[in-house]
C-alpha cells in the first residue's frame, strides 16, 4: 500500500532525484489522465463541441460573407432612399401619384424633374472638381 501512494505522490509531485526524461513522460501521462477526466465529465456533449467546430471552421467565412453582403445591401438601399428624398421633393411626387388634375400633375412632375436634373447637376460639377483638385494633389 505504501509503494502504491509514493508511486502516486511521486506522480503528482515528482523529486528531484527522477531523471527529466522519466518526468517528461510522467508530465504526458498526467495531462492525458486530465484530458479523460475532463471528457468523462463532460459527457457525449464533447462530440457535440467537435461537430459545431468543424461547422463553425466550414461555414464561417461563407455565413461572415453573406452576412457582409446583406449588410452592404442594407445600407445601399438606406443610401437610395435618402437620395430620392434629396433629389426628389415629396410633396411634388404625391400629387404626381395622386388623381389630381392633369394640369397641377404635369406642375408637379415638371418641377421634380427640375430638381431632380438640378441635384445631379450639382453632384456632377462638385465630383469634377474634386477630381481635378485630386489630380493637382497626386
Known amino acids: 500500500m505504501h509503494g502504491s501512494w509514493q508511486a502516486l505522490l511521486e506522480d503528482l509531485w515528482p523529486s528531484r532525484s527522477v531523471p527529466p526524461e522519466s518526468l517528461r513522460r510522467r508530465e504526458a501521462m498526467l ?4 484530458a479523460m477526466g475532463f471528457i ?3 459527457g457525449p456533449e464533447v462530440i457535440a463541441a ?3 467546430t468543424a461547422l463553425l ?11 457582409f453582403q446583406a449588410g452592404a445591401k442594407l445600407a445601399l438601399m438606406r443610401l437610395w432612399e ?3 428624398a434629396i433629389a426628389l421633393p415629396a410633396p411634388q411626387l404625391a400629387i404626381v401619384r395622386s388623381d389630381a388634375r ?3 400633375r404635369a406642375a408637379a412632375l415638371t418641377f421634380a424633374s427640375a430638381h431632380a436634373a438640378w441635384c445631379l447637376m450639382f453632384v ?7 477630381h ?3 489630380k493637382g494633389v497626386v
Open 40 to 42: 468523462a465529465a463532460a
Open 124 to 130: 456632377l460639377i462638385i465630383g469634377a472638381w474634386g
Open 82 to 84: 435618402v437620395l430620392c
Open 50 to 52: 467537435l461537430e459545431m
Open 57 to 67: 471552421e466550414l461555414l464561417g467565412a461563407s455565413l461572415f460573407l453573406a452576412a
Open 31 to 34: 495531462r492525458a489522465v486530465i
Open 132 to 134: 481635378h483638385i485630386f
Open 102 to 104: 392633369p394640369l397641377a
